[in-house]
């Protein structure tokens, strides 16, 4: 079964640094999206993407995080400067269909812990 | 501001039983309301789907029922088992906005 993988699992870096997470989406999936969820918290949205541009955002997603999609199968997550309170596990989803189609899939997550 | 309930934290139930969970939302108008499970240290898993002008919809042992009037929706596990212990969440909306989520329980 098709399946949205995310490297890396578990990442942790210092405060201040830039970190990459990357996704492979499910491949005739056309809308992207990351979600955050803190320890012990709820899943949060962070940003939905849709023919090469971001279609929302939430108010999390301030101007230290990009996205991207560098090639035809690959979806980054930059955070260009992480501070302590980015520590969270980041789900990467894809979807077939747009916000009226529902059905996300998500991948394992990548946990992200900065000191 | 937009809001998403999702009563009791958690429910514990013996099995075989029926477990109901609820979401209810307010400031929302949902074309659609979505279920998902998430087990400890992995990602949502998408059970099921319903639509505005859908009152019910079912999948194996799962059901779930979407009230626009009372701004609910209520979703039941018919004859549980101990492998249906996760924590449940409800999504609406476009940017799917997630709820806090139920963990059941189900004890043998």
């Known amino acids: 079964e098709p399946e949205v993988t995310q490297t890396p699992s578990h990442q942790v870096t ?22 955050r969820q803190i320890l012990g918290q709820k899943v949060e949205f962070l940003v939905s993407f849709y023919n090469n541009e971001i279609s929302e955002k939430s108010e999390i997603f301030d101007d230290q995080f990009s996205v991207e999609r560098p090639d035809g199968s690959n979806f980054t997550l930059k ?15 894809s979807s077939e269909g747009g916000p009226s189609y529902g059905e996300l899939f998500f991948g394992e997550g990548s946990r992200l812990t900065v000191l | 501001s937009q809001k998403i309930e999702q009563n009791s934290e958690a429910l514990n139930i013996q099995e075989g039983k029926t477990a109901t969970l609820t979401c209810n939302y307010t400031n929302y108008s949902p074309a659609y309301l979505q279920w998902y499970r998430q087990d ?16 019910e919809k079912r999948k194996e042992r799962l059901k779930v029922t979407f009230d626009t009037t009372l701004k609910q929706s209520l ?27 139920t963990t059941l329980t189900v004890k043998p």
């Open chain 1, 79 to 93: 955070i260009r400067s992480t501070k302590l309170e980015d520590s969270a596990m980041y789900f990467c989803a």
């Open chain 2, 75 to 101: 979703f039941h596990i018919t004859a549980s088992q101990p492998a249906d212990s996760a924590t449940y969440l409800c999504a609406l909306g476009s940017k799917s906005t997630f709820g806090d989520g």
């Open chain 1, 14 to 35: 210092q405060m201040g640094q830039e970190v990459i997470l990357r996704c492979v989406p499910i491949s005739n999936h056309l809308y992207f999206y990351w979600y």
């Open chain 2, 40 to 55: 400890p240290g992995r990602g949502p898993v998408f059970l099921l789907l319903i639509r505005e002008n859908e009152k």
